[in-house]
């Protein structure tokens, strides 16, 4: 609203003692439609013994508008990232909903609301913290007419090992027929399920892993298992057994 100068009356040892919270400035609004107005300024002493004699300026413009209230769906605003190797896998926020009041011609310019939280590279765990609450990208230049309810939500942010393992089962890829009596013999594996690492989506997407494809007539009953390679998809890498074989065999 900018300053204004009083000329004031009192004794002089008063003056010297005064200062700018010893007064009020004010304008009037009561009964006051939306429109755009000239008022006068008005000064009140808070001291009995000093009497305002002049305000300058002593007029104000002023422009009222209806009051609006809107309501926004928060969003999560991460900037940064955290420490190497690990990602953001989620963000949950408290409060989804946030409500503004203020005038109407600008809560109609305000068309999203963002929880903040910045990260700065150092981050391995999960956590939580109070993050404000932006309006339209940050970018409306004033907000102090605006009222925002909640200014603030509590907002966690999930961080976790960009490379994930999961235990996947060893499915054989057999070649050729097992011979007569086959009703009486067992595959088997050793070990039956390996340990794989990737992207959690690459990980999501697959629950076994095969082997290379094994002739049958080189599996004998009764003999010594023979080592196989795994198949392991581009999108990841086995983590155990480190060889990337397995033993396949045939018991009766």
Known sequence: LGTSKLSVRANQDIVKKLTKSDFEVFVDLKNRKPGEYTLPLIAISKNDRVSVLKVDPNTVYVKLEEKASKELKIKPAVTGAPKKDHIVKEIMLAEEIVKI?????????????AAAVNLNGSQTE????????????????????????????????????????????????????????????????????????????????????????????????????????LVIPEEISLFEPQNGKISVGISL
Not at 101 to 113: C, E, L, R, Y
Request: no cysteine.
């Open 126 to 229: 999960s956590f939580k913290s109070m993050a404000p609450v932006l309006l339209n990208d940050n970018k409306i230049s004033s907000y102090k007419n605006i009222n925002v309810e909640p200014a603030q939500v509590s907002i966690e942010v999930i961080i976790v090992p960009e490379f994930q393992q999961k235990t996947l089962i060893v499915k054989p890829v057999l070649k050729g027929a097992i011979d007569a009596g086959s009703f009486a013999k067992k595959i088997t594996i050793n070990p039956l399920t390996v340990i794989v690492q990737g992207k959690e989506e690459f990980l999501r997407a697959i629950n076994y892993i095969e082997t290379e494809p094994i002739p049958v007539e080189n599996l004998k009953a009764g003999e010594k298992p023979i080592q196989v390679k």
């Open 101 to 113: 009041t203020g005038g109407k011609s600008i809560i109609d310019k305000i068309m999203n609301a």
